[in-house]
């Protein structure tokens, strides 16, 4: 089926070093189970939105947060791995689940130093979440990158076009000239012809067209009487 694609930019959410999943050491995100996308390995605890949308939820750890684009993309922030007991105790989250975000606004704070202390890992996975019937990949760019600047990957969506749409469009403008042309071929005579048919249905014009009559004839009697007089005048 033909189409057409669009692409979507997914930017950093945080600052660092942008990796690919297959680094990830942990094979929910390194074999894609949940999606693909890429890691960071983050220089900074600043967790910024990666889109424009809305916040889908925050993980009661806050350990991940989720995003939703106005088009309808979901994207996966996971700081960590194993980090749950870290992210609860000391992350800062400014954001609730619904809230309206634009991408680079400042979502959440985590410690790192704390990651470090108990020597957990801090890379961090964004993923395009898997879904049904799903027409997307994506493009990744590694390498290092400003949280809420730098583009860590492109979303590119297939748009499956309609083969009917083509066909139906074009018809229902053809359509329209049509019904004018119709309406434009009631001639003057079609028109006249109805009023006429109305007209006469109206009991008060019988009256006015027999008065016309009457006079019209006493008209036509008094010519005829004139006329004779003067005929026998002339004799």
Request: no cysteine; proline share 5%; glycine share 8%.
């Amino acid at each position: 089926m033909a189409g057409k694609s669009r692409e979507f930019p997914i930017y950093a959410p945080m600052s660092g070093q942008v990796v690919s999943l297959a680094e990830v050491p942990d094979k929910t995100f390194s074999d894609k189970t949940m999606g693909d996308g890429v890691a960071i390995i983050p220089a900074e605890g600043q967790l910024y939105s990666p889109v424009s949308g809305y916040v889908a939820a925050v993980a009661e750890a806050k350990h991940a947060i989720g995003f939703q684009t106005e088009s309808g993309l979901n994207i996966l922030v996971h700081v960590g791995l194993e980090a749950h007991d870290i992210t609860r105790e000391t992350t800062v989250v400014h954001v609730k689940d619904g809230q309206r975000v634009q991408a680079g606004d400042l979502v959440a704070e985590y410690n790192l130093d704390a990651f470090k202390e108990k020597e957990i890992n801090t890379i961090t996975p964004v993923v395009l979440i898997n879904e049904k019937d799903d027409n997307t990949e994506i493009i990744p760019n590694v390498g290092q990158v400003l949280a809420g600047a730098g583009e860590i990957f492109k979303v590119v969506e297939i748009v499956a076009q309609d083969e009917q749409e083509p066909e139906e469009q074009p018809q229902e403008h053809e359509e329209k000239p049509e019904v004018q042309e119709e309406e434009a071929s009631n001639s003057l005579l079609d028109l006249f012809d109805s009023y006429g048919a109305d007209y006469f249905k109206d009991p008060k014009n019988l009256i006015k067209l027999g008065v016309m009559f009457v006079v019209t004839v006493g008209v036509l009697v008094t010519i005829f009487v004139l006329l004779g007089m003067y005929l026998n005048g002339g004799k």
